[in-house]
């Protein structure tokens, strides 16, 4: 497995619709396994393939992520079946560093999907599954949580995201452990 790049608020292809997986290739295990590895080094809960540059729709989502279990979800071609409910939470995105908001986001969401074999099932989540399914899926449609803010709140986030570039601060925000270590 190896930890690939995050592409970060801005880049193209976060911007993408991405494209179905047709065939449950080596490489499409490959990409899956290194979202894996690219998350939890970047301590996210979740990511989509386009976020390191791949316009699949591909997914991962960390179980665990708020509680000890360690649980990955992987996603292929996700569909929502069903929705229902309202609820506004907290989101941040790996692609969107030191960003946090409260988004819109139903609040019981039904999915079907094929899972990391092509096999396909359908998963219900509430409070953080809901929202991160919702937050991906969004992801493979080239939307970003930012876009669901008011127009108001999203020049405010606009804004604070030129000010963080300004100051350096989006510089290489997942530094490689190598790395870490050549400057310890
Ligand atoms: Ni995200």
Not at 32 to 40: A, F, G, I, Q, S
Not at 53 to 62: K, N, S, T, Y
Not at 117 to 144: S, Y
């Amino acid at each position: 497995m190896a930890i690939r790049k995050i592409e970060l608020y801005g880049s193209p292809v976060l911007r993408e619709k991405s494209a179905p997986v047709t065939d449950i290739t080596p490489e499409v295990q490959v990409l899956l396994d290194d979202m894996v590895e690219t998350m939890r080094h970047a301590s996210g809960a979740g990511l989509a393939a386009n976020q390191v540059g791949i316009a699949a729709r591909a997914m991962v989502v960390d179980l665990g992520a708020r509680g000890e279990k360690e649980e990955i979800l992987y996603l292929l071609n996700p569909e929502i079946v069903e929705q229902a409910g309202e609820m506004h939470e907290e989101e941040g995105c790996l692609s969107i560093p030191k960003i946090y908001e409260r988004v819109k986001r139903p609040a019981r969401i039904r999915v079907k999907a094929l899972d990391r074999d092509g096999k396909p099932f359908e998963i219900e989540g509430t409070e953080f599954l809901c929202r991160a399914l919702c937050h991906e899926i969004d992801h493979l449609d080239g939307i970003l949580f930012v876009d669901r803010l008011s127009p108001l709140r999203r020049d405010i986030v606009k804004r604070k995201i030129k000010k963080l570039i300004r100051d350096g601060e989006w510089e290489d925000p997942y530094p490689q452990p190598e790395r870490r270590s050549l400057d310890a």
